[in-house]
């Protein structure tokens, strides 16, 4: 039975709006190189090599990370990835990011190995304000990551599960002083242990 023009126009119109919300994740890394990265020059800092479509951050003394070198949003966007510790016992693949004129990390398995959370709010570190959580993070085994930054609010989740909701009006966004700011404007980092990232992809929100 065909459908009657009038229906099958809006049947049409409804899917050519739907189809931007579903294609439009954006690729960060081509899973062969660094293209579009560069390696974050902490110091001491071993080489970041590409093996099986991942990245490797290799252990470092105590940092090794990659820093974007081509445009990315400053707010309203979502970016996922999925990521690995692969040896040690810290964090594997921090992330920091922009909020507006500000930046921020998202610390993955800090101080010991299983604190998560935002460095820095109003000067306190991830382990010390209200965005601390607690997650066990099993070696060699890939966890997905996603993060939503709005004009209102910072939302994280790991393999689905939220373990951040701030709400950043009123507050001081800042880094950690020190070496983390070569991660600026976006970068993944790892501090003593080694890490792995694959499937970094950003989209922009209306």
Do not use: H
């Not at 002083?177 to 080694?194: D, M, Q, R, V």
């Amino acid at each position: 039975m065909s459908i009657p023009r009038p229906v099958a126009g809006i049947v049409l119109v409804c899917s050519l709006w739907a189809q931007p919300d579903v294609q439009d994740w954006k690729p960060l890394f081509d899973g062969k190189s660094l293209q579009g990265w560069k390696e974050s020059g902490f110091a001491r800092q071993p080489s970041v090599k590409v093996e099986a479509g991942s990245i490797v951050l290799p252990y470092g003394e105590p940092l090794t990370g990659i820093t974007r070198t081509e445009p990315f949003p400053r707010i309203n966007y979502e970016l996922r990835f999925d990521a690995m510790r692969v040896k040690g016992g810290d964090f594997f693949a921090s992330l920091t990011f922009p909020v507006g004129e500000s930046y921020c990390t998202w610390v993955t398995g800090g101080w010991g190995g299983d604190i998560v959370g935002i460095s820095s709010i109003d000067g306190w570190d991830a382990s010390d304000n209200e965005t601390r959580s607690y997650y066990y993070f099993d070696t060699n085994r890939w966890y997905a990551f996603r993060l939503k930054v709005t004009g209102e609010r910072i939302l994280a989740w790991i393999d689905n599960r939220p373990v951040v909701n701030l709400k950043i009006e009123g507050r001081s966004l800042s880094l950690r002083p020190g070496e983390i700011k070569l991660s600026a404007p976006l970068g993944f980092a790892s501090y003593n242990t080694t890490g792995a990232l694959r499937k970094i992809e950003y989209r922009r929100l209306r």
